[in-house]
T-cell receptor, first 117, second 109 residues
Framework: GAGVSQSPSNKVTEKGKDVELRCDPISGHTALYWYRQSLGQGLEFLIYFQGNSAPDKSGLPSDRFSAERTGGSVSTLTIQRTQQEDSAVYLC???????????????FGPGTRLLVL | DAKTTQPTSMDCAEGRAANLPCNHSTISGNEYVYWYRQIHSQGPQYIIHGLKNNETNEMASLIITEDRKSSTLILPHATLRDTAVYYCIVRVYDNDMRFGAGTRLTVKP
């Protein structure tokens, strides 16, 4: 596709339920990132995938959060036992191969708005 | 980590140039300056980036001071659709962008 796509665009769930958020990166982009943006706040880094390397999970806020990337393309962010504080916009971005110091540009999807009741 | 400082908000008249400043006094030699914007309810949109030299593309110009401690994003002819939050980011690692609070630019008719 022309850009990064995410689904669903909106998700309302009950506290304690699990949710899965999907990201389809730009074709050919080997790096994929997940961010979270709470209302009125800046972006918070969650996790990063680069090719076949082990993902950088340093931004995940708790062990309820996990992500996988199958076949080096589509990624799924899973939040288990959701809490109200998980309510936010979850953004996915992708970029070409990252080379140290090169500053590859990240392109963002429209986000998934998650509301935990 | 290099951090950025931006004004919280700015106004600009439609058709005039919008000049958005950013301070990044602790920037390292190999760190790029990136600008993104986020229009309400949308994902961040890439605008421009640079290392040392001034840059220009179809959206904006980026002016970086010689000491690299500050930069200015210029939207030459602001339109109402340019109303957004503008983020100045210094690339700390390869693996993520550290977004701050940004500048809320309001373009007024």
């Amino acid at each position: 596709g022309a850009g990064v796509s995410q689904s669903p665009s909106n998700k309302v769930t009950e506290k304690g339920k699990d949710v899965e958020l999907r990201c389809d990166p730009i074709s050919g982009h080997t790096a994929l990132y997940w961010y979270r943006q709470s209302l009125g706040q800046g972006l918070e880094f969650l996790i990063y995938f680069q090719g076949n390397s082990a993902p950088d999970k340093s931004g995940l806020p708790s062990d309820r959060f996990s992500a996988e990337r199958t076949g080096g393309s589509v990624s799924t962010l899973t939040i288990q036992r959701t809490q109200q504080e998980d309510s936010a916009v979850y953004l996915c971005a992708s970029s070409l191969v990252v080379t140290s110091g090169r500053g590859e540009t990240q392109y963002f999807g429209p986000g998934t708005r998650l509301l935990v009741l | 980590d290099a951090k950025t400082t931006q004004p919280t908000s700015m106004d600009c008249a439609e058709g005039r140039a919008a000049n958005l400043p950013c301070n990044h006094s602790t920037i390292s030699g190999n760190e790029y300056v990136y600008w993104y914007r986020q229009i309400h309810s949308q994902g961040p949109q890439y605008i421009i980036h640079g290392l040392k030299n001034n840059e220009t593309n179809e959206m904006a110009s980026l002016i970086i001071t010689e000491d690299r401690k500050s930069s200015t994003l210029i939207l030459p002819h602001a339109t109402l659709r340019d109303t957004a939050v503008y983020y100045c980011i210094v690339r700390v690692y390869d693996n993520d962008m550290r977004f701050g609070a940004g500048t809320r630019l309001t373009v007024k008719p």
